[in-house]
């Protein structure tokens, strides 16, 4: 599988933006995907997660109420639509995908997960 993240950009606080995961390879749908981001000089952290029929999310505390991931299987993409966006959301995200059934909260482990994208740059400025 190989993730490929677009949608970032420089963006006001308060703004919206949607990322998106496009994945190439077989059976997508077969794996679990989560957004995680890097602030500079910061580590990775998860943002959201989804199983791989979208039944099932998870979300930061940060982010919750914010942030929404959703996917088209059909379209082998992941999205993550981000509201009221503030500068602590300015990072480098990435997308993974696993190989999970359902949603555990292993998710939330970047060392869980076997494909990387390459990241897209959010910038929030206040």
């Known amino acids: 599988v190989q993730l490929q993240a677009s949608g970032g950009g420089l963006v006001q606080a308060g703004d919206s933006l949607r990322l998106a995961c496009a994945a190439s390879?077989?059976?997508?749908?077969?794996?679990?995907v989560g957004w995680f981001r890097q602030a500079p000089g910061k580590e990775r952290e998860f943002v959201a997660a989804?199983?791989?029929?979208?039944?099932?999310?998870l979300y930061a505390d940060s982010v919750k109420g914010r942030f929404t991931i959703s996917r088209d299987n059909a379209k082998n993409t992941v999205y993550l639509r981000m509201n009221s966006l503030d500068a602590e959301d300015t990072a480098v995200y990435y997308c993974?995908?696993?190989?999970?059934?359902?949603?555990?909260?292993?998710?939330?482990?970047?060392?869980?997960?076997?494909?990387w994208g390459q990241g897209t740059l959010v910038t929030v400025s206040s």
């Open positions: 989804i199983s791989r029929s979208g039944d099932s999310t």
């Open positions: 390879g077989q059976f997508f749908s077969s794996y679990a």
């Open positions: 993974g995908a696993v190989r999970f059934g359902g949603l555990p909260y292993r998710v939330t482990n970047s060392g869980e997960y076997a494909y």
